[in-house]
Structure formats: structure tokens, C-alpha cells
């Protein structure tokens, strides 16, 4: 049996992944912070393991874990977050802990995965990116800027790995069906400071940290269209997936720069400032 590690399983997208894998025979290794959150999941034939993708102490030992039982096949990187806020008013610790959780720490566990992959010539490497890191909204700057790194971290990744046998699968999804928004105002409301410039637009703030639930997609529809591209040994290029991931750059590359940004002024609001 083969055996695929994937990060943020409590809820949302990771946790959809961890049950289609296990339902097409494969052992999944379901990660999460709170290993409480992934219990019900264990009567599926699911292994679920304590992993903060940001402790190093956690992710070598799951690795060295997961190693002694025929190592990983498939690592999903799917943990993140969305920081939102004003990009000036963003508070540097919470810029950094978005860096961490979205890109040093997916980065880290590649980099500790794939050196087994490279030796077998052969694994696979599934990266959750964003359809935010290509189109950039206001209110969702650190976001963006962490999921634009990451894209381009994982689209090097799969052109530097393919002389391997190891496929790198960039997913730049839109809008899923998650905890996604309940996580992203949790995050604002840590980053906005009680004399915001942008207090008299604040709706608009909490209106982007909402948008990923504005008509998503299912978490299980993503998870299948995915792990059907694993099955089929098709996962490798990118694949833009959910509400908005095709059309938003459609749009953005339709309508000249000042036009677009005229729009998304209007959108959050931004024409009530003075
Ligand atoms: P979600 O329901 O909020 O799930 C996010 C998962 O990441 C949760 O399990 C959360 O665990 C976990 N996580 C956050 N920080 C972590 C850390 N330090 N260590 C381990 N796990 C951590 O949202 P989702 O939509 O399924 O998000 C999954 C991925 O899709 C993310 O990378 C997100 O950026 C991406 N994405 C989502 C959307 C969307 O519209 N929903 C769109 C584009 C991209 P806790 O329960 O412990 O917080």
C-alpha cells in the first residue's frame, strides 16, 4: 500500500483529501495541530499524526516515522492560512508567521522528503497554492504575497525534480468550501489595530477575509479532482481549481491594469477613503 503524508487534515480541503485517498486504497498519513481534530478519521483506515508544519522538531519525527513504515509516496502540502489585513498596517510578527505556515515550512518538508523520492526516482509532490498568489486583492497582501512565493517555489520545484521521476503538482484553487474564512477573521482581527486607517471601510476588510466562502466549490470535488490526476500518474503542471481560478485571471489579463484596479477600489470600498 502506498503511503501519502498530508498536512492540515482538521478540516477544509486536507481533511476531503485524507478521506478520498483512504477511499481509493491508499494509506494516508492525516496530519493536523490538535490530533483530536482528526480522530473520526482513524476508523477509515487513516493513520492521524500530531504535526505543526512550523516545529522542525515535529516534522523529523513524523518523516523518520513514516520512513520505518516504507517511507512517502505522495506529501501533500495543504496547511495554510490566509493573514489578512492592510499591507501597511500588517503587523511583522503576523507577516512572518504567515511566511512560516505557508512557505518555510511546505518548503522544509520538501526538502526533507525529497532526497528518499530522489533515490527511488520516484514520489509525487502535491503544493496548495492559491489562485491569490497570481491575482492580488487588497485587504489580502501577506496572504497573497505567501502563496505567490509558494507557487513559484513549487513550479521550480517540479521542473528541477522531473529528471527524478518525481511530479510536482501546483493547485491554485479558488474558492473551496472550508474553515478557510473562519481562520482568515480570526487572523484580522489579531492584525487590526483599533486606529486603522481603514476604519471606515472595515466592512470591507472582514468582506475580503469572507471571500473564499462567497459560492465555493466543494472541498470533496477539489479532493477528487486531485487524487483522480494522482491515480492516473497525471499529477504534475498546475491545476486551477474552485470558484474563480479560472476566471479571475481571465479577467485580470482582459481588462488593462488601471481598469482592474479600478474595480477592486470599488469592490472593498477603497473610493470612500480620503
Ligand atoms: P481550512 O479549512 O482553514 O484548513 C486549513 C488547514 O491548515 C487546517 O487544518 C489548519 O489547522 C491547518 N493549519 C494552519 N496552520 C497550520 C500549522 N501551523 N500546522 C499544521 N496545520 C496548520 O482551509 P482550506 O480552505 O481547507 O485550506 C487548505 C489550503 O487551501 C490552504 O493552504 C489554503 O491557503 C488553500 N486555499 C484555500 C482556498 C479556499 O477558498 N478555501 C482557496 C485557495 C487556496 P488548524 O485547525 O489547526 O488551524
Known sequence: MKNVLITGCSSGLGRALAIEFARQGWQVWATGRKKETLSDLVPLGIKAEELDVTSEKQVCQLISQVAAEGGIDVLVNNAGYGAMGATVEMPETEVRMQFETNVFAPLKLVQAVAPAMIERRSGTIINIGSISGQVVTPFSGTYCASKAAFNS??????????????????????????????????????????????????????????????????????????????????????????????????????LPESVFE???????QLNHLK
Do not use: C
Open 153 to 254: 517555489f513549487s513550479d521550480a520545484l517540479r521542473i528541477e525534480l522531473k529528471p527524478f521521476g518525481i511530479d510536482v503538482m501546483s493547485v491554485k484553487p479558488g474558492a473551496i468550501r472550508s474553515r478557510f474564512a473562519e481562520n482568515a477573521k480570526q487572523a484580522l482581527a489579531r492584525a487590526l489595530p483599533e486606529n486603522s486607517f481603514y476604519k471606515p471601510v472595515e466592512k470591507a476588510l472582514w468582506k475580503r477575509a469572507n471571500a473564499s466562502q462567497d459560492r465555493p466549490t466543494s472541498a470533496e470535488h477539489v479532493a477528487r479532482v486531485i487524487v483522480s490526476r494522482v491515480k492516473a500518474g497525471k499529477a504534475s503542471g498546475s491545476l486551477k481549481l474552485g470558484n474563480g481560478s479560472r476566471s479571475l485571471p481571465f479577467l485580470q489579463w482582459l
Open 262 to 268: 479600478w474595480v477592486l477600489s470599488r469592490v472593498f
